[in-house]
């Protein structure tokens, strides 16, 4: 309830700030995102993983240019993303030619859909006469997990993963950090960014509230729930955004003011004085 209530008041506070007047929204951008990326989980105690290949994200972002222009932009993305794991559940074994035991594992897949609020802070600076931004990127992310699937490798086994309250997390946190570039072209910016999505909170319940899967189908591949299960996320992007304010944002021109120095003036008031100096 806690997570609703956050991302509740993030979407408000969005579509506050896109409601302000004229000169606010000069400082504004709105645009979309999507490209493909992995993902994968960091089980404790640790597991044999391999990564996900070819998941997907896409989304919209906004952000709000501010002064002075170390501080960078703010704002806020809403994107869906593919997120899941592939797990070692089980393994053969062979003898090399040196007598080293040899595994090869097979994997259970899941894969999961997530709806994800990044909230960003973007540092930047500008090149080619303000037509290239660089820019890195630090989030705090919310994100709602639903839907999905499974499979097993050696197994005639697959289908729609089955959510339980008592198993599952559905609501989930964590950090994101990454870097990209964006081309300007009057209003309009195009560009690539890439982000990695560092999990904190588990997706599954750990073997204090949910122990085995003695009452589970085929979807719960787990002797016993791991203790720690945060999932992450790698994403390469291509960007698209509008700027509200064609002329430019104002800190392009912004230049701090310079403080004036006074110079000290030496007088002699007197003969006195003159004589004290000989």
Not at 249 to 258: C, N, Q, S, T
């Amino acid at each position: 309830m806690r997570y609703k209530t956050i991302i509740l008041s993030a979407i408000v506070a969005l579509t506050l700030s896109l409601s302000l007047g004229q000169s606010a929204q000069a400082q504004h951008t709105l645009g979309a995102f999507g490209g493909a990326g992995t993902a994968t989980a960091r089980f404790f105690p640790k597991q044999e993983m391999k990564m996900i290949m070819g998941t997907t994200n896409f989304g919209f972002s906004w952000r709000y240019y501010s002064l002075p222009r170390f501080v960078g932009a703010v704002g806020a993305d809403l994107e869906f993303m593919q997120r899941g794991f592939s797990y070692g559940y089980a393994y053969s074994t062979s003898l090399d030619e040196k007598g080293k035991e040899q595994r090869e594992y097979y994997y259970y897949t899941r894969r999961l859909n997530s709806i994800m609020l990044p909230l960003v802070w973007q540092p930047h600076f500008y090149l080619a006469k303000n037509h290239l931004r660089l820019y890195l990127e630090a989030a705090l992310t919310f994100s709602y997990n639903f839907g999905g699937d499974y499979e097993y490798d050696d197994l005639d086994d697959s289908g729609k993963y089955d959510w339980r309250l008592e198993r599952d997390n559905r609501w989930n946190y964590g950090l994101a950090g990454g870097g990209g570039f964006a081309l300007l072209f009057g209003s309009y910016e195009v560009g690539l960014r890439a982000r990695y999505y560092f999990g904190y909170a588990d997706l599954l319940r750990n073997r204090n509230k949910y122990y085995d899967n003695a009452t589970d189908g085929p979807e719960n591949p787990f002797s016993y729930t791991p203790l720690k299960s945060p999932i992450d996320n790698i994403t390469l992007n291509l960007t698209f955004a509008y700027r509200f304010n064609k002329d430019g944002f104002d800190e392009w021109f912004y230049k701090p003011k310079r403080r004036n120095r006074q110079k000290r003036d030496f007088k002699f008031s007197n003969e006195g004085d003159i004589g004290a100096m000989r």
